[in-house]
């Protein structure tokens, strides 16, 4: 956890949980970003809700790929949507802000209602429309704070560190 101590309880918490693995040589990463498919299975397993397959309806994912049964159930549950070209973007990394709008989603489905908050970042103006209600709402619960320099860098990677906090963060919010 090199660099990113910050976030050891988050990681702890949500390895006992089995939301978060390391990798085989036995580090966790912080640091490096992490892929749409990883982010959207942490998603789903912190919802708490069941895994239930529907169709498979992105041309990127393949049925028999192990973060399949997460994309289908996201979808099921309304967590994700996808691109107008009728694909998931398998093995990108996952923006901050698309982030943000995932997991609002999951306080949504919870049942939880979304607090209204305005985004003070300094870089507010940088948020793609499509997600700001999501930052300044994630921002309003304290699931999110932004960097140092008072920005929440929108289309910046989400790193497996940052991941973990925010994971943690809306489990907070919907247990």
Request: hydrophobic fraction near 45%; proline fraction near 3%.
């Amino acid at each position: 956890m090199d660099g990113a101590e910050w976030a050891q309880k988050y990681v702890d918490a949500l390895s006992g949980y089995g939301i978060v693995n390391g990798y085989e040589d036995g580090t966790f990463r912080p640091g490096e970003s992490i892929s749409r498919e990883a982010f959207v299975k942490m998603a789903v397993m912190a919802s708490g809700k069941p895994i239930v397959r529907g169709a498979d309806e992105f041309a990127d994912v393949g049925a028999d790929e192990w973060y399949a049964p997460y994309i289908s159930a996201a979808k099921n549950m309304d967590l994700i949507r996808g691109r107008a070209d009728g694909t998931f973007g398998v093995g990108e990394n996952i923006s901050r802000q698309d982030a943000a709008v995932i997991l609002c989603a999951v306080i949504k489905n919870s049942g939880r209602a979304l607090p209204a908050g305005e985004n003070r970042f300094a870089d507010a103006n940088d948020i793609a429309d499509y997600a700001a209600e999501s930052a300044a709402a994630l921002s309003a619960l304290g699931v999110i704070s932004g960097n140092p320099d008072g920005t929440f860098n929108p289309l910046g990677m989400c790193t497996r560190a940052e991941a973990a906090k925010m994971i943690y963060g809306i489990m907070e919010v919907i247990r």
